[in-house]
């Protein structure tokens, strides 16, 4: 931007055209940064993160891993086999340490101890398959480890090193504190650089990469490579995050990192340190979200629970747990979603006796469940539902979107079902209905409708009629595919 007159008072010296733009850009860098350090402040922005890093580096440590790697059995992929240059190709990876010998390959990670005597945490991928561990300290000095347990869920390992003095740790915090927009600092070795410091944000809670029992914190300190395992501080020096993952297009930090919340970590650490694997209570049912036509088709005022779809033997069934009710409340915590209620079942003590909030036909029920243990339960299989009567004369039709035909034992050996499996299987569906954007597919079963067992067209026919009485907007089916169940709100307006 140019000045818009050079004249000036006689009493102040002339100044020339170029040096008054130099002046103005000047001021204008100093207002912005002016401007920055005012926003910093009103963020709360340390003057330094310094003695927050001197205070906690001792407890951050360096983890080197050592795996024996079985060698090549021949110069497989290089020439065929018979040919007259395998001996030769051979002897040369032989010259080249190449050949059958076993060879070591090493990896870097990162972790922290969290007591005096030695325990630390780190993830799970940093030391799997390892058969040396070796931690370095931030001080000097290096000490053997040895693992006392794993968690693949949640991708955190705890192990143990025998020091001759106490050593330095660090905390675990609160992380259902930490605010999106708080200042967290991260620690670790990214890409075997040695011990390093980033800062950042909270850019997001409650993420979810892949995992059943994820709770990630998303932050931008900068989490590369070899940072796998460290600890997210917040400005206190407490252990708010295990940094596990980051997204990058290119395999470097972009601002985008993830580090697995405190509360998750801690309960693992606690049940590997007892009993050297995870011990995660078990309800026994399977669930869904509760979607607003699906609440809708329920007459349930909100979307709020856990839609139960099925219930096989166990815990759930044992206490008088039903499909389709509506889970709550568990444990005196209310049950947002499907996701919240895996977590606080996983969280809670196996063999407790818990109080469970079902809505069960508009009234709500407590139940008493005394939950089993999930890694013993896990590939319970479902019972099929009791055979009844087939009907005598196959029918087809088309309702709904959804051409469907009532089982028959052709049927059962077609789909590989179960003799007694019972219920309408769908032949096609209509790809511009509603039922194929919501995804039905052919050969899925119709088990219920309404809410009512379903056998035949009449029987799918009544529920759409009584639905309609009722003023429903839609009809909820229980459909399963491959065994499993899960409920589908379909709106009414269809024939």
């Given at each position: 931007?140019r000045?818009?007159?050079?004249?000036?008072?006689?009493?102040?010296?002339?100044?020339?055209?170029?040096?008054?733009r130099?002046?103005?850009?000047?001021?204008?860098?100093?207002?912005?940064?002016?401007?920055?350090?005012?926003?910093?402040?009103?963020?709360?922005?340390?003057?330094?993160?310094?003695?927050?890093?001197?205070?906690?580096?001792?407890?951050?440590?360096?983890?080197?891993?050592?795996?024996?790697v079985?060698?090549?059995?021949?110069?497989?992929?290089?020439?065929?086999?018979g040919?007259?240059?395998?001996?030769?190709?051979r002897?040369?990876?032989?010259?080249?340490?190449?050949g059958?010998?076993?060879r070591?390959s090493?990896?870097?990670?990162?972790?922290f101890?969290?007591?005096?005597?030695?325990?630390?945490?780190?993830?799970?991928?940093?030391i799997?398959g390892?058969?040396?561990?070796?931690?370095?300290?931030?001080?000097?000095g290096?000490?053997?480890?040895?693992?006392?347990?794993?968690?693949?869920?949640t991708?955190?390992?705890?192990?143990?090193?025998?020091?001759?003095?106490?050593?330095?740790?660090?905390?675990?915090?609160?992380?259902?504190?930490?605010?999106?927009?708080?200042?967290v600092?991260a620690?670790?070795?990214?890409?075997?650089?040695?011990?390093?410091?980033?800062?950042?944000?909270v850019?997001?809670?409650n993420?979810?990469?892949?995992?059943?029992y994820?709770?990630?914190?998303?932050?931008?300190?900068?989490?590369?490579?070899g940072?796998?395992?460290?600890?997210?501080?917040?400005?206190?020096g407490?252990?708010?995050g295990?940094?596990?993952?980051?997204?990058?297009?290119t395999?470097?930090?972009?601002?985008?990192?993830?580090?697995?919340?405190?509360?998750?970590?801690?309960n693992?650490?606690?049940?590997?340190?007892?009993?050297?694997?995870?011990?995660?209570?078990?309800?026994g049912?399977?669930?869904?979200?509760?979607?607003?036509?699906?609440?809708?088709?329920?007459?349930?005022?909100?979307?709020?629970?856990?839609?139960?779809?099925?219930?096989?033997?166990?815990p759930?069934?044992?206490a008088?747990?039903?499909?389709?009710?509506?889970?709550?409340?568990?444990?005196?915590?209310?049950?947002t979603?499907?996701?919240?209620?895996?977590r606080?079942?996983?969280?809670?003590?196996?063999?407790?006796?818990?109080?469970?909030?079902?809505n069960?036909?508009?009234?709500?029920?407590?139940?008493?469940?005394?939950?089993?243990?999930?890694?013993?339960?896990?590939?319970?299989?479902?019972?099929?539902?009791?055979?009844?009567?087939?009907?005598?004369?196959?029918?087809?039709?088309?309702?709904?979107?959804?051409?469907?035909?009532?089982?028959?034992?052709?049927?059962?050996?077609?789909?590989?079902?179960?003799?007694?499996?019972?219920?309408?299987v769908?032949r096609?569906?209509d790809?511009?209905?509603?039922?194929?954007?919501?995804?039905?597919r052919?050969?899925d079963?119709?088990?219920?409708?309404?809410?009512?067992?379903v056998?035949?067209i009449s029987?799918?026919?009544?529920?759409?009629?009584?639905?309609?009485?009722a003023?429903?907007?839609?009809?909820?089916?229980?459909?399963?595919?491959?065994?499993?169940?899960?409920?589908?709100?379909?709106?009414l307006?269809?024939?």
């Amino acid at each position: 931007m140019r000045p818009q007159s050079t004249a000036v008072d006689q009493t102040v010296p002339a100044v020339h055209p170029a040096r008054l733009r130099h002046l103005w850009m000047a001021g204008v860098t100093l207002m912005f940064i002016l401007a920055q350090a005012m926003t910093a402040a009103a963020r709360g922005a340390p003057e330094s993160f310094a003695d927050l890093a001197q205070r906690v580096s001792p407890a951050v440590v360096n983890i080197t891993t050592s795996t024996t790697v079985a060698g090549r059995t021949g110069p497989q992929g290089i020439v065929p086999d018979g040919s007259p240059f395998q001996d030769f190709f051979r002897e040369f990876q032989d010259r080249n340490g190449q050949g059958d010998r076993p060879r070591r390959s090493s990896a870097l990670g990162s972790g922290f101890v969290i007591s005096e005597d030695g325990f630390v945490v780190t993830n799970n991928h940093v030391i799997e398959g390892a058969d040396e561990i070796t931690i370095e300290f931030f001080e000097g000095g290096e000490l053997a480890a040895e693992v006392i347990g794993t968690d693949p869920k949640t991708d955190i390992a705890l192990l143990k090193v025998t020091a001759d003095r106490p050593l330095p740790f660090v905390s675990f915090g609160d992380s259902d504190t930490a605010r999106v927009g708080d200042w967290v600092m991260a620690m670790g070795n990214p890409l075997g650089q040695g011990f390093s410091v980033s800062a950042g944000i909270v850019s997001a809670r409650n993420r979810e990469l892949s995992g059943t029992y994820d709770d990630y914190i998303q932050t931008d300190a900068a989490i590369n490579r070899g940072n796998s395992g460290g600890p997210l501080f917040n400005m206190d020096g407490q252990v708010i995050g295990v940094n596990t993952a980051i997204l990058s297009p290119t395999g470097g930090s972009i601002g985008i990192g993830f580090s697995m919340a405190s509360n998750v970590v801690t309960n693992v650490v606690e049940q590997l340190k007892q009993f050297g694997e995870t011990r995660r209570g078990w309800l026994g049912v399977r669930i869904q979200d509760v979607t607003d036509d699906v609440a809708e088709a329920m007459g349930l005022a909100s979307t709020d629970g856990a839609l139960v779809t099925d219930v096989p033997e166990g815990p759930a069934a044992e206490a008088g747990m039903k499909a389709r009710d509506v889970i709550v409340e568990f444990d005196g915590r209310k049950v947002t979603d499907t996701r919240a209620l895996v977590r606080q079942v996983g969280n809670t003590a196996v063999g407790k006796t818990v109080r469970v909030l079902v809505n069960r036909e508009g009234k709500t029920h407590t139940l008493k469940v005394t939950l089993g243990r999930r890694e013993t339960s896990e590939g319970t299989a479902v019972p099929a539902s009791q055979p009844m009567d087939e009907p005598a004369e196959p029918e087809e039709a088309t309702i709904l979107g959804l051409t469907i035909e009532p089982m028959s034992d052709a049927l059962r050996e077609e789909l590989n079902l179960a003799a007694s499996a019972e219920g309408l299987v769908v032949r096609d569906v209509d790809r511009v209905s509603e039922a194929y954007e919501k995804g039905l597919r052919a050969q899925d079963v119709i088990t219920e409708a309404g809410q009512q067992k379903v056998t035949s067209i009449s029987d799918l026919n009544d529920q759409i009629e009584a639905a309609r009485e009722a003023g429903r907007k839609s009809l909820l089916l229980l459909v399963r595919r491959a065994g499993d169940p899960r409920f589908v709100a379909l709106g009414l307006d269809e024939d």
